[in-house]
């Protein structure tokens, strides 16, 4: 079994409600082990205004391969009603999940980056993350999520 990290995110429509939603819907194909605290969150790096988010992290353990799991996902952002062409633009969604981590790899393909590629510089996946696992060890950067966050936290006030 797989060992993965995902960041869950939505701010439109019943916000929490969605999460919840794809978090059951994730114990389809894999089993849900520990599910972090829900957080509100202002966008982050975007021009038009837009609602608040509410973030989650969740570990789950899979016996997908990364690419299936990828696969799986966007499969289930369409079903919740995410428009997939527009995967990357900062646009406000009815439901975004990223990949944090797989096991302790380091992925790098057209379709995934593995660890996440802006995961040590977001505190709205840092705080989750190292709520339920601050021992977990980005494998490129050997730092622990808590170290991670209390590197941005400790930045955010200079």
């Not at 705080?127 to 209390?150: C, F, G, N, R, T």
Request: proline fraction near 5%; glycine fraction near 4%.
């Amino acid at each position: 079994m797989n060992v993965v990290f995902l960041s869950l995110g939505s701010n439109l429509g019943n916000r929490t409600k969605m999460l919840k939603l794809a978090i059951h819907r994730l114990s389809t194909f894999s089993v849900v082990e520990k599910i972090s605290t829900f957080i509100e969150t202002k966008p982050q790096g975007v021009k038009e205004k837009q609602p608040k988010y509410i973030n989650a992290v969740v570990k789950i353990t899979t016996p997908l391969s990364s690419s299936a799991l990828l696969d799986h996902l966007m499969q289930l952002e369409k079903d919740l009603g995410r428009d997939l062409l527009e995967k990357g633009l900062k646009k406000s969604r009815s439901i975004d999940i990223d990949i944090l981590s797989f096991n302790d790899e380091v992925i790098e393909t057209k379709m995934l980056t593995i660890p996440h590629p802006l995961l040590h510089k977001r505190d709205f996946v840092l705080v989750p993350l190292a709520e339920i696992d601050p021992e977990w060890v980005h494998p490129i950067l050997k730092k622990s999520s808590q170290e991670l966050l209390d590197k941005i936290m400790k930045l955010s006030k200079e």
